[in-house]
């Protein structure tokens, strides 16, 4: 089987018009950004955020939805409700998110502590969904307690169809190397496939983790930032292809693609405002990029961002 690439999920980058920006240049998997499942059952249904977070086109490709919390009942009847709503192709179970707000409710990461109840979940979550059910954690808590293997085993028996592993602990957050050896060892001990996750962010890292830790796939997080492409170069590199990265003006292209999606779904006030950080990211490392991106958090509209953004052109990467 050919490896996978997927888009790791990421809160408040990877919705619809990310990801399907991620889809057109070979992204094979994706997930939305996580969903609390408490707040997801609790909200008023025209309550915009999980309007937002959970809505796609109908042109993406495959996608899973990420819900996280810490009682089994919730995250079932979350699942069932998620499923019913006939958007997604899998349930994602988020346990490795290290935020203080999401550990602090025993969900995310802090199941990796208690693996217990981690299997009951699954166990509940699996039961209330037809969809595979996958799970996305960590190494373990902190170097201390690396439970990866033990913990990815009993995530396999209470029926998980597949997890995808950050080589971090939650203490390392996401600072120092994600440790693809220890992938390795989760994916010999279990037979659901693992996708490896961490520090992948071109062609030849793709290539070394798939070697080193044998997984169906590789997982893009920050890799992608600003560079939906880095999916085609990863695709290219899987095939053996050579890969020519785009030019600036095409980085452009995208970037005001990406804006003005932004902003037919969101109306172009919110889009400017959630479009910095990507501006920030598309520009990243191209000389005079600092100066222009002040101006473009002062700009009023997309034509002015556009223009500010192709006075670039001339400058050099650094
Ligand atoms: C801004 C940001 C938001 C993230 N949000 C989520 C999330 O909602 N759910 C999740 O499971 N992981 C989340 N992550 C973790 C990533 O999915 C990924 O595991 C991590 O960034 C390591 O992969 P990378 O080195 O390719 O970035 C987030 C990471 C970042 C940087």
Same mark, same amino acid.
């Given at each position: 089987?050919?490896?996978?690439?997927?888009?790791?999920?990421?809160?408040?980058?990877? @919705?619809?018009?990310?990801?399907?920006?991620?889809?057109?240049?070979?992204? @094979?998997?994706?997930?939305?950004?996580?969903?609390?499942?408490?707040?997801?059952?609790?909200?008023?249904? @025209?309550?915009?955020?999980?309007?937002?977070?959970?809505?796609?086109?109908?042109?993406?490709?495959?996608?899973?939805?990420?819900?996280?919390?810490?009682?089994?009942?919730?995250?079932?009847?979350?699942?069932?409700?998620?499923?019913?709503?006939?958007?997604?192709?899998?349930?994602?179970?988020?346990?490795?998110?290290?935020?203080?707000?999401?550990?602090?409710?025993?969900?995310?990461?802090?199941?990796?502590?208690?693996?217990?109840?981690?299997?009951?979940?699954?166990?509940?979550?699996?039961?209330?969904?037809?969809?595979?059910?996958?799970?996305?954690?960590?190494?373990?808590?902190?170097?201390?307690?690396?439970?990866?293997?033990?913990?990815?085993?009993?995530?396999?028996?209470?029926?998980?169809?597949?997890?995808?592993?950050?080589?971090?602990?939650?203490?390392?957050?996401?600072?120092?190397?994600?440790?693809?050896?220890?992938?390795?060892?989760?994916?010999?001990?279990?037979?659901?496939?693992?996708?490896?996750?961490?520090?992948?962010?071109?062609?030849?890292?793709?290539?070394?983790?798939?070697?080193?830790?044998?997984?169906?796939?590789?997982?893009?997080?920050?890799?992608?930032?600003?560079?939906?492409?880095?999916?085609?170069?990863?695709?290219?590199?899987?095939?053996?292809?050579?890969?020519?990265?785009?030019?600036?003006?095409?980085?452009?292209?995208?970037?005001?693609?990406?804006?003005?999606?932004?902003?037919?779904?969101?109306?172009?006030?919110?889009?400017?405002?959630?479009?910095?950080?990507?501006?920030?990211?598309?520009?990243?490392?191209?000389?005079?990029?600092?100066?222009?991106?002040?101006?473009?958090?002062?700009? @009023?509209?997309?034509?002015?961002?556009?223009?500010?953004?192709?006075?670039?052109?001339?400058?050099?990467?650094?």
């Amino acid at each position: 089987m050919n490896p996978t690439v997927h888009l790791a999920p990421m809160a408040g980058i990877t @919705d619809q018009v990310f990801r399907r920006l991620c889809f057109e240049n070979g992204c @094979d998997w994706a997930t939305t950004e996580m969903v609390s499942a408490q707040g997801f059952l609790t909200a008023p249904p @025209d309550r915009n955020a999980y309007r937002f977070l959970l809505a796609r086109y109908a042109d993406e490709g495959s996608l899973g939805v990420q819900i996280f919390g810490a009682d089994p009942l919730y995250m079932a009847q979350a699942a069932e409700r998620l499923t019913g709503l006939g958007l997604f192709d899998r349930i994602d179970i988020n346990m490795g998110c290290p935020a203080q707000k999401v550990v602090g409710g025993q969900s995310g990461s802090a199941l990796m502590k208690d693996p217990d109840l981690a299997a009951r979940i699954v166990e509940q979550v699996k039961k209330s969904t037809v969809l595979p059910v996958t799970v996305k954690m960590r190494l373990g808590w902190d170097a201390e307690h690396v439970n990866a293997v033990p913990f990815a085993r009993l995530m396999e028996q209470a029926g998980a169809d597949g997890l995808t592993v950050h080589g971090r602990t939650r203490a390392q957050q996401y600072a120092g190397k994600a440790d693809w050896q220890k992938i390795a060892q989760v994916k010999q001990a279990v037979r659901i496939p693992v996708i490896a996750n961490g520090d992948i962010v071109d062609g030849p890292s793709a290539l070394q983790a798939l070697q080193i830790t044998g997984c169906d796939g590789v997982a893009v997080g920050r890799g992608a930032l600003g560079r939906p492409w880095v999916f085609a170069e990863i695709q290219a590199a899987l095939a053996g292809r050579p890969y020519t990265p785009p030019p600036y003006s095409h980085i452009v292209d995208t970037a005001m693609r990406h804006a003005r999606e932004m902003a037919a779904w969101k109306g172009e006030r919110s889009a400017l405002l959630e479009m910095r950080k990507h501006f920030t990211w598309y520009t990243f490392g191209r000389r005079g990029a600092a100066q222009v991106r002040i101006r473009i958090n002062q700009a @009023d509209s997309f034509d002015e961002v556009e223009a500010l953004l192709r006075s670039l052109a001339q400058n050099s990467p650094r």
